[in-house]
């Protein structure tokens, strides 16, 4: 990087070199410029001074403490802000003609105490997901991190009876963004699986929970829910759903039925033959009695009175033939 300083005076330019490569000024180099760290101790030792070394090494021993400094990343402009009024502050006593040594000092106390007091950085929940409420700020490198976890979760397996209710509740240990969170739910069927190739979306299969009722064996594999924040994945969470017992009763006795009807079928149709009740059985079952056999029965009844009569009628005519 170029130095701001005038070229022709060597002392300022050897103490903006020292002042921006000293590493344990950390937190001080990611929120302070470099004009505002050259101008402070050039206000206070004289662009002409011999003692430029003496002010770089008060400001090095002041915020050595702040070297390995770590914060909530949602703090930065807070610590920022904190920082520019602590330049404009050293200015003030530089121009005044106060002791720098003491100055840095009390500049130092004073930004470790705001530092104690942001908010604390939030401990990072294993095992998996992208937590940015846990992201943090490193003054040692003036860089961010977040935790080293997966975007996926491991696979939880989940056993349900046939016919049962099966439930999947998308949900996971840290806290998420309060806005702007969406659930969408895929299934890879009759897998274990946490390869994204083999998932279908299901439609309109929306928020954290995830029901289904009753399990089918059909249902079996893997059910993904991803947890999304302004298009950007959070997490992903897998549930295997397995399912296992026989089916229902009400089922089972259905089909035992319909079996025996399959095999009832074919040897009944070999084996039925007419069936010719004869008087005694038709009296002895009014259910066989339909209209049909009653006009028949009458039918009966009727020859044989005829005949009954024709009979008579030809003996008595032969009988009184003869006398």
């Known amino acids: 990087m170029a130095l701001l300083a005038p070229a ?44 430029p070394g003496e002010c770089e090494e008060a400001f090095t021993d002041a915020f050595k403490g702040l070297l390995d400094t770590e914060i909530n990343y949602d703090e930065r402009s807070h610590l920022h802000d904190t920082f520019t009024q602590m ?30 007091q942001l908010k604390e950085v939030q401990a990072c929940v294993p095992p998996c997901g992208l937590q940015e409420v846990a992201r943090r700020f490193h003054c040692r490198g003036c860089y961010s991190t977040v935790c080293d976890f997966p975007l996926d979760c491991p696979v939880q397996d989940v056993t349900v009876t046939r ?9 996971v240990n840290f806290q998420l963004p309060t806005e702007e969170i969406t659930y969408s739910w895929k299934f890879a069927g009759g897998l274990r699986t946490q390869d994204v190739s083999y998932f279908r979306d299901i439609p309109r299969a929306e928020g954290y929970l995830a029901r289904i009722r009753p399990v089918q064996p059909t249902h079996r594999g893997t ?8 298009q950007r994945p959070l997490a992903r969470l897998y549930f295997f759903l397995n399912v296992t017992g026989p089916p229902p009763r009400g089922e089972t006795e259905l089909q035992v039925t ?14 039925t033959e007419p ?39 030809m003996f008595f005519r032969w009988y ?4």
Request: with cysteine; hydrophobic share 45%; net charge positive.
């Open 8 to 51: 022709s005076t060597v002392p300022s330019a050897l103490l903006a070199l020292s002042v921006f490569g000293a590493s344990a000024w950390a937190c001080l180099l990611c929120f302070t410029s470099y004009n505002e760290r050259l101008q402070i101790c050039q206000t206070f030792t004289g662009l002409e001074s011999p003692r």
């Open 258 to 271: 319909f079996r025996k009807v399959l095999r009832w079928a074919p040897r009944e149709a070999e084996m």
């Open 223 to 230: 059910f993904s829910c991803v947890i999304t924040h302004d």
């Open 87 to 116: 330049t404009h502050a050293l200015q003030e006593v530089a121009t005044a003609q106060g002791s720098f040594r003491v100055a840095f000092l009390h500049a130092a106390r004073k930004m470790r105490k705001v530092i104690s």
């Open 163 to 171: 016919g049962h209710q099966a439930m999947f509740s998308c949900t």
């Open 275 to 313: 069936w010719s009740p004869s008087l005694g059985e038709l009296l002895a079952r009014p259910e066989a009695l339909t209209p049909g056999n009653q006009c028949l029965l009458a039918a009966i009844v009727a020859l044989a009175s005829a005949c009954v009569t024709l009979l008579a009628w």
């Open 320 to 323: 009184f033939s003869d006398s």
